[in-house]
């Protein structure tokens, strides 16, 4: 798929669906945090082609220090574009700004909760396609299945059919930062732990290592497979 034209339409869907909420005339900010140049910078261009610095400051404060939730809602396309091409700062400003989507959108008209949607998902794939990136799978995979609570297993399939090099980088990444000991009671963690210990994987990574485009990169999913295979023996004497 070409993932450059999937995340445009998904964005174009998100710019339209969220086109109802107008940058408010005034807006409260907590004087501490917000200074009069951080709310000018925010309002200095049309939406579309506010930088990430002239929206850096807003990003951090939505909502808590600046504005309302029409006020993000105004915003949130282009936030997301920037975090998505990586303009703005990485997973811990997808933490935060995902954090205001996650808490209400299910109440959300539904041509806003579908764009939501299509942009989550046009994002994964564009994730997939491209290593590194500032916001990690793992962190996207938090935000699909524990935060808007969106089945992961169609996600997992789409990385299951990928077989670009970055697919198994991540794979690779994956291997080396998931720790299957950790104590979790959510359906869509048993869910992943029971796929990361499965076939999977471990395709993901022989197709990987055979397409590798240099020999740092073939090593690096060949030890990642590795760790597959420690994990795989456990789960098969448990």
């Not at 942009?119 to 990136?133: D, E, M, S």
């Not at 732990?193 to 055979?210: C, D, K, R, S, Y």
């Not at 240099?214 to 760790?227: G, I, K, L, N, T």
Request: glycine share 4%; charged share 20%; hydrophobic share 45%.
């Amino acid at each position: 798929m070409d993932t450059s034209s999937d995340l445009g339409r998904a964005l174009d869907g998100l710019y339209v669906a969220f086109s109802r909420y107008p940058l408010p005339t005034k807006t409260q900010v907590c004087d501490h945090c917000v200074s009069p140049e951080d709310v000018q910078s925010a309002r200095s261009a049309p939406l579309h082609m506010l930088t990430a610095s002239a929206l850096d400051a807003y990003a951090w404060n939505a909502v808590s220090t600046w504005g309302d939730m029409e006020e993000f809602k105004h915003y949130l396309p282009r936030l997301l574009e920037l975090l998505i091409l990586e303009e703005l700062d990485g997973t811990l400003l997808a933490d935060s700004l995902m954090r205001w989507v996650t808490v209400s959108w299910r109440s959300w008209r539904q041509t806003e909760q579908d764009a939501i949607v299509a942009i989550v998902g046009a994002w994964w794939r564009h994730t997939l396609n491209h290593y590194p990136r500032d916001v990690d799978v793992m962190t996207l995979i938090e935000i699909i299945a524990d935060g808007l609570e969106l089945d992961l297993a169609p996600h997992l399939a789409e990385w299951e059919s990928n077989t670009t090099e970055a697919a198994a980088r991540h794979m690779a990444w994956l291997m080396q930062d998931f720790t299957t000991a950790v104590a979790h009671d959510a359906e869509w963690y048993a869910l992943l732990e029971n796929w990361i210990t499965g076939p999977a994987p471990a395709a993901i990574l022989e197709t990987g290592f055979f397409s590798a485009g240099s020999p740092e990169v073939a090593q690096e999913v060949s030890d990642a497979r590795e760790v597959h295979r420690v994990w795989s023996r456990r789960e098969s004497s448990d």
